[in-house]
C-alpha cells in the first residue's frame, strides 16, 4: 500500500531556499499562463496547484501549507479576469488539507503522490465552484467526467513534477 | 477561550485567513457594481508575468522568422505559382464583387442606411493566458503606453483575419486584457447570414459558442455562417463568427444553436484591435459606383430643353424636374459640370445615359455624330427614358420601370438630371481636345 501511517518521528520536515520559495511558485505560474498558448492541452493542467501541494505535504505545517496555498491562488486569481480570492480560497483549503495529511501519513511514495493529488485537485474543484457559483454567483460549469480526466492528468504530471522539485528540499 | 484558540491555533488561522478572502470577495462584488476599477494586486501580478511572458514570445519567434525566411524554403517555388494564379482568380472575383457593392452602395444610399466602417485598427502579438478554462482571457502586449483605453461603455473589439477574438477587458501598462468570445461571460449580437435570425453568442463552460435566444420555431440549418449583427454595440456588423455546428431544442422556446468559431482561439497569435469605428451615410460618390468615361461625355453635351407642358402656364420658370424636387428653382447646367438636384443625392449614371437619346434628336448634324459615336460603345438600357412623352413631367426610373404612376415619388428617387438651360452651353465643351481618350471608354 503507498500510504502507510508512520509515527511524528519517522516523518521527515523539509525546508527551502528563499530563491526556490520564491522562484517556484512564480515560474509555476508563468508557465500555466504561456504554456497553453502553445500547447492547447496544456490547460488542463495546474501547476500552482501542484506547487502549493508539494510545499505542503513537504514542510508539515499546517499555517504555512494554507498561507503558500493562499498566496498563490491569489496570484492565479490576478491574471485571470475573475474576482480576486476564487483560487485563493480553494487553494488555502487545499494547503491546510495537504499539511494536515502530511503530517500524518508518508506521502514519499509516487502512488501515493498520484492518489493524493487525484483527490486534492477535485476537492480543489469543488471548493471553486461552490465559491463561484453560491458566493459570487458567476456562470462556471462542473462537470464530472472532464473533472476526473484532469485530476487524472494532473496527478500523473505531480509524479514526474514531485520527482524534480524533490531535489530543493532540504532537510529541516 | 484563550486556551481553545492555542489549542486550534492552525484552524483559527485557517478561519481567519478564509474569512478575509471572503470579505475580499464581498467588497469587489459591490465595488464593480460601482465602478469597473482594476485592483492593484492584479496590476502586480500582470506588470510581473507579461514582460516575460513578451521576452519568450519574441525570442521564439525571432528564432522561428530566422528558421522559415532563410533556412527552411522548401516547396516556396511551387506556393508562389499557386499563390499567383490565385491571385488572378481573385481578382475576377474582385470585379464581379466590385459592381455588387457599388449596386449595394446606391442602395444604401437612396434607404439611408448608415454604415460603420473600421477606421483605425491596432495590430497586437498575443503574449499569454490565464492558463485557466474558467477565464477564458488572453494577453496582448498593447496597452495604456500604446494608447489602448478601456472604456466600459464602448469597449474595443479584437479580430483577426479569420474572424472574431473578443473585446478588451483591462488596459495595463504595456499589455491588455481581452475577454475571449467563447467565455461564459462573453456575449455577441450575432445573426444568421441566410436566413437573418438574431441572437446572442455566448460561451459555455466547456469553451464551446453557442447562440441563444433563437426561436425554437425557426429553421437553422447547420454550416450557415454567423455574423456580427451590431447589436451589441461593440463589434462592427457583418463581422464572421463562425458556422452553425449543430442545432438541438434549448431551454424554454429557444433553440441551442452549437456555433463553430472561425477564428483558432487558442491559437491565435496576431490579433487587430479595432481603436475607431465610424458611422456614416454612404456618400454620393461611392453610392454612384465608379465614374465611366460614357457618364463623363454625356455631362458635357447640352441639357435636354425641356417644353413646358400645354397646360402649364409658357411664362413658368418652373421645369418639371425642379417641380419634382420640390418646386424651387431649377438647377442649371454649368460648363461641363452638371448641378446637382436638391434632394442632395447626384444624379447617377443611368440617369445621364437616359438622356442622351433625346439630346441627340434635337442637336445638329455635327453633334449628333458625337453622340453616336461616344454612346457606340455603350449597351443601351432597355430603361425607357424618364422624361414623359405625353405631359412631358419628369417621372422617376422607379416609375419608368412597371412602379404604378400614381404613386408619389419619394424624394431621395435619383431624378434625372438634365434640366432646361438657360442658353446653350459653350461650343468648346463638345472640341476633341475636351473629351476623354478613347481608351477610357467603355
Redesign the interface.
Known amino acids: 500500500m503507498a500510504i502507510s501511517y508512520t509515527s511524528r518521528e519517522q516523518i521527515e520536515v523539509y525546508r527551502f531556499s528563499v530563491p526556490v520559495t520564491v522562484g517556484v511558485p512564480?515560474a509555476a505560474?508563468?508557465l500555466?499562463?504561456?504554456?497553453?498558448?502553445i500547447i492547447?492541452f496544456f490547460?488542463?493542467f495546474?501547476?500552482p496547484l501542484l506547487v502549493t501541494i508539494f510545499f505542503a505535504v513537504a514542510r508539515r505545517n499546517?499555517?504555512s501549507g494554507?498561507?503558500t496555498g493562499?498566496v498563490i491562488g491569489?496570484?492565479?486569481d490576478?491574471?485571470?479576469?475573475?474576482?480576486?480570492?476564487?483560487?485563493?480560497?480553494a487553494k488555502?483549503?487545499v494547503g491546510?488539507v495537504a499539511s494536515s495529511l502530511g503530517v500524518k501519513l508518508d506521502l514519499e511514495n509516487p502512488g501515493a503522490r498520484l492518489m493524493v493529488t487525484f483527490g486534492f485537485y477535485i476537492l480543489h474543484e469543488i471548493v471553486?465552484f461552490l465559491?463561484?457559483r453560491l458566493?459570487?454567483r458567476?456562470?462556471?460549469?462542473?462537470?464530472w467526467g472532464?473533472l476526473a480526466f484532469a485530476a487524472l492528468c494532473n496527478a500523473a504530471l505531480a509524479v514526474i513534477l514531485f520527482m524534480i522539485l524533490d531535489r530543493f528540499k532540504r532537510r529541516a | 477561550m484563550e486556551n481553545i484558540i492555542t489549542r486550534y491555533r492552525n484552524f483559527t488561522i485557517l478561519v481567519a485567513v478564509l474569512f478575509a478572502q471572503f470579505l475580499g470577495l464581498a467588497m469587489q462584488v459591490k465595488r464593480t457594481t460601482d465602478s469597473q476599477s482594476t485592483l492593484l494586486i492584479r496590476v502586480w501580478a500582470v506588470s510581473t508575468v507579461t514582460p516575460l511572458e513578451k521576452a519568450f514570445v519574441f525570442t521564439t519567434h525571432g528564432i522561428r522568422n530566422v528558421w522559415r525566411n532563410y533556412f527552411y524554403l522548401r516547396g516556396v517555388r511551387r506556393e508562389n505559382r499557386e499563390l499567383q494564379a490565385e491571385i488572378s482568380q481573385m481578382r475576377l472575383e474582385q470585379a464581379r464583387l466590385a459592381e455588387d457593392a457599388a449596386q449595394a452602395h446606391r442602395l444604401q444610399a437612396l434607404l439611408g442606411f448608415k454604415e460603420q466602417f473600421i477606421s483605425q485598427t491596432m495590430p497586437a502579438q498575443v503574449i499569454g493566458s490565464s492558463g485557466s478554462d474558467q477565464s477564458r482571457i488572453i494577453y496582448i502586449d498593447k496597452g495604456a503606453r500604446d494608447g489602448l483605453k478601456v472604456d466600459i461603455d464602448q469597449p474595443l473589439p479584437v479580430i483577426t483575419d479569420q474572424g472574431i477574438i473578443g473585446r478588451v477587458l483591462r488596459v495595463f501598462h504595456s499589455s491588455s486584457q481581452v475577454l475571449l468570445v467563447n467565455d461564459t461571460s462573453s456575449g455577441v449580437g450575432a445573426i444568421l447570414e441566410k436566413s437573418r435570425l438574431q441572437g446572442v453568442l455566448k460561451g459555455t463552460p466547456s469553451g464551446d459558442a453557442v447562440l441563444d435566444k433563437v426561436m425554437s420555431d425557426e429553421q437553422v440549418e447547420p454550416g450557415e455562417r454567423v455574423l456580427t449583427s451590431g447589436g451589441d454595440r461593440i463589434f462592427p456588423k457583418g463581422l464572421l463568427i463562425g458556422y452553425v455546428r449543430d442545432v438541438r431544442p434549448g431551454a424554454d422556446l429557444f433553440l441551442r444553436v452549437r456555433v463553430r468559431l472561425s477564428a483558432n482561439l487558442s491559437k491565435a497569435e496576431e490579433v487587430l484591435v479595432i481603436t475607431k469605428v465610424d458611422e456614416r451615410e454612404p456618400t454620393a460618390a461611392e453610392a454612384r459606383g465608379p465614374v465611366r468615361a460614357i457618364d463623363i461625355l454625356t455631362n458635357r453635351l447640352p441639357s435636354v430643353p425641356v417644353k413646358p407642358p400645354s397646360d402649364q402656364p409658357a411664362n413658368s420658370e418652373k421645369t418639371p424636374s425642379a417641380a419634382a424636387n420640390g418646386g424651387g428653382s431649377a438647377p442649371k447646367t454649368t460648363a461641363g459640370k452638371p448641378a446637382e438636384p436638391k434632394t442632395g443625392i447626384k444624379p447617377n449614371a443611368t440617369a445621364s445615359v437616359h438622356s442622351v437619346p433625346g439630346v441627340a434628336s434635337e442637336q445638329s448634324p455635327a453633334l449628333k455624330n458625337k453622340v453616336a459615336t461616344s454612346t457606340s460603345t455603350t449597351p443601351r438600357p432597355k430603361v425607357k427614358p424618364a422624361v414623359s412623352a405625353t405631359t412631358g413631367a419628369t417621372t422617376s426610373p422607379a416609375v419608368a420601370q412597371g412602379n404604378h404612376p400614381d404613386e408619389p415619388v419619394k424624394a431621395p428617387a435619383p431624378a434625372p438630371m438634365v434640366t432646361a438651360p438657360a442658353q446653350d452651353p459653350p461650343a468648346q465643351d463638345l472640341s476633341p481636345q475636351n473629351q476623354p481618350p478613347q481608351g477610357h471608354r467603355r
Open positions: 512564480l505560474l508563468f500555466q499562463a504561456f504554456l497553453p498558448r492547447s490547460s488542463i495546474d501547476l499546517q499555517v494554507l498561507l493562499g491569489i496570484l492565479q490576478s491574471l485571470a479576469h475573475r474576482y480576486v480570492g476564487l483560487y485563493g480560497i488555502t483549503v491546510y471553486y465559491v463561484a458566493l459570487v458567476e456562470a462556471v460549469g462542473f462537470r472532464h
